[in-house]
């Protein structure tokens, strides 16, 4: 199975960057993944509810842990966040085009996770999925 398949293959998502604004590539992410039937969780410090669904400040703050990750932040962000996912046990990391960062990659790979982070974008997958 590949890194995507593996991702994709997962119970539960989260998606770091999650926006209310329509035109983000972040909500873009987040309604694409609900519109397939996944599982999914926003992760935005700054919003309560994004398309009606409770917003978590953290990875952390996740009532689960999610398996699978989405990142849309801009690099020196997504450092943390994937602190955090490797704290708490995330299993797969996708680091969408501009959130890469090689340190960030570096420990989650360290940390045995899989990480896609060679530019591929999930909303590309997702279409072809459907």
Same mark, same amino acid.
């Given at each position: @199975?590949?890194?995507?398949?593996?991702?994709? +293959?997962?119970?539960?998502? +989260?998606?770091?960057?999650a926006s209310n604004?329509?035109?983000?590539?972040?909500? *873009?992410?987040?309604?694409?993944?609900?519109?397939?039937?996944?599982?999914?969780?926003?992760?935005?410090?700054?919003?309560?509810?994004? #398309?009606?669904?409770?917003?978590?400040?953290?990875? +952390?703050?996740?009532?689960?842990?999610?398996?699978? *990750?989405?990142? &849309?932040?801009?690099?020196?962000?997504?450092?943390?966040?994937?602190?955090?996912?490797?704290?708490?046990?995330?299993?797969? &990391?996708? @680091?969408?085009?501009?959130?890469?960062?090689?340190?960030?990659? #570096?420990? +989650?790979?360290?940390?045995?996770?899989?990480?896609?982070?060679?530019?591929?974008? &999930? *909303?590309?997958?997702?279409?072809? #999925?459907?």
């Amino acid at each position: @199975m590949s890194n995507i398949d593996a991702f994709l +293959a997962a119970g539960t998502f +989260a998606v770091a960057g999650a926006s209310n604004n329509r035109s983000k590539y972040g909500n *873009l992410v987040f309604r694409a993944l609900l519109k397939s039937g996944r599982e999914v969780y926003p992760v935005n410090p700054s919003a309560r509810k994004i #398309e009606d669904h409770t917003a978590f400040a953290t990875v +952390a703050d996740l009532p689960i842990t999610a398996e699978a *990750l989405s990142i &849309i932040t801009p690099p020196e962000i997504t450092r943390t966040i994937v602190d955090d996912a490797i704290r708490v046990g995330v299993q797969h &990391i996708w @680091m969408q085009p501009g959130a890469e960062d090689e340190q960030a990659s #570096e420990s +989650a790979r360290a940390a045995g996770i899989n990480v896609i982070d060679d530019g591929s974008c &999930i *909303l590309v997958l997702l279409a072809r #999925e459907r």
